[in-house]
């Protein structure tokens, strides 16, 4: 390669990062876009526009760029705009998941009714890693829970490891 090649074989850490995060689809459901859609938005307009007052704030306060109030606001700033680098990708490549099911196997989208072997029920809805909430009983289709109830059906038994050792449940219903 000469100097005024167009493709450089050399990237940016930040280059790497994107490349690799744009291609992955995240499967949402509707409500899940929606609400990280609403965050995106609110990112952009009032929490741009409050780290940008935190900043001057600190700037006026101090009048260093070096004092704590000043490095906590760029941090935040930093975090926010990663956040929002974040959620543009995740809404690019969504897939969402349809709202029909088959009540027959668990699928993305669906709500899995568990019964453990103390005979306590559980209910854990199968949604994508992106709008996963474990204590919501919104579990991600990557995460090992996740992974073993997929494609299992009404009856099947499913064993999970976990530190606090194997799981064992049986599913009792698909919704």
Sequence with gaps: MTEGDAFSPFFTETEVWYSTMASKQEPLTKKGLD???????????????EVAQRIHDAKELVGAQNAPEYEDA?????????????????????????ETHDHQRVNLGSTVTILNHKGAKDHYTIVGSAEAEPKEGRISNESPVGVALLGKGVG???????PAGTLRWTIVQID
């Design 35 to 49: 609400k990280l859609e609403k965050e995106l938005e609110y990112l952009r307009t009032t929490g741009r526009a």
């Design 74 to 98: 760029r941090n935040d700033q930093a975090f926010l705009e990663g956040r929002i680098l974040t959620l543009e990708n995740i809404i690019q490549n969504a897939v969402i998941i349809e």
């Design 156 to 162: 099947d038994e499913v064993n999970v490891n976990a």
